[in-house]
């Protein structure tokens, strides 16, 4: 049951991707990738204020996953975002060094934890 808290964020990730990079096409990547950021942190400080599954049963789980379902719709926006935003304002000689920052973040993260 752990596994599947932590599966449904991934499986979120990809619908995330494809929903925000099409309303960055649309209205700007730079506006999306605040709205991913603000649903990530959100969800986040909402996990962290979920009551226990002692109070409120089965219904904390399912708010959990929820939750947890958001953040990785947010993420999968997020890090699609980053990249291109970071890609596209790059000097065009350094486009791929600039490109890979975004994805270097959450292993260079867990690296200096």
């Not at 099409?22 to 649903?39: M, P």
């Not at 990249?83 to 994805?103: C, H, I, M, Q, S």
Request: include cysteine.
């Amino acid at each position: 049951m752990s596994l599947l808290t932590f599966g449904v964020a991934f499986v979120a990730r990809p619908l995330g991707a494809f929903v925000f990079g099409h309303f960055g096409d649309k209205i700007g990547r730079k506006n999306t990738l605040v709205v991913s950021l603000l649903l990530m942190g959100v969800s986040t400080v909402l996990i962290g204020v979920l009551p226990s599954y002692d109070t409120l049963g089965l219904t904390a789980v399912l708010l959990l996953c929820t939750c947890r379902f958001v953040q990785g719709i947010g993420l999968g926006g997020e890090w699609s975002g980053a990249a291109l935003v970071a890609t596209e304002n790059a000097p065009a000689d350094k486009r791929a060094l600039y490109g890979a920052f975004p994805e270097l973040g959450a292993p260079l993260g867990f690296l200096f934890k």
